[in-house]
């Protein structure tokens, strides 16, 4: 098993989250989360960046590149925990579930964006 797909079972356990309750957060398969566990499937990076989400750790940390936590858990935790029940109680389709998360992400990306070139526009 490679060190990303132990870092994925073991986030995941530490958690006390069933790859039925990380595949449901990730809107796949359990089959998947089974797949990226066993390392004979890797995440592509819109994946990856909701690996990190839920699991509150870096990228980094994921891939391997930095074995330190780096986390925010008592910034993000609140929001994350709000996105979760707001998903897992809307009767919306898990389709328009995934679209919905791929806006969001493209807008939280988009927004951090923006404001590293509104800093480093005010740093010159």
């Keep these: 098993m ?5 870092k994925i079972k073991e986030l995941r356990l530490q958690r006390g989250m069933s790859q039925a309750d990380l595949a449901r957060l990730l809107g796949v398969a359990r089959t998947t989360v089974t797949s ?5 499937r890797k995440p592509d990076n819109d994946t990856l960046i909701q690996f990190a989400a839920i699991f509150q750790v870096s990228i980094d940390y ?7 936590i780096s986390n ?21 389709s898990s389709e328009k579930k995934k679209e919905i998360i791929k806006e969001v992400s493209d807008y939280f990306r988009w927004k951090l964006e923006n404001a590293q070139h509104n800093q480093i526009s005010e740093e010159e």
């Design 62 to 68: 994921m891939l391997g590149n930095n074995t330190s």
């Design 72 to 92: 925010n858990k008592s910034v993000y935790s609140d929001v994350l925990r709000d996105i979760d029940n707001l998903l897992n109680t809307s009767p919306i």
């Design 2 to 6: 490679n060190s990303f797909a132990a």
């Design 36 to 40: 990226y566990e066993n390392g004979s």
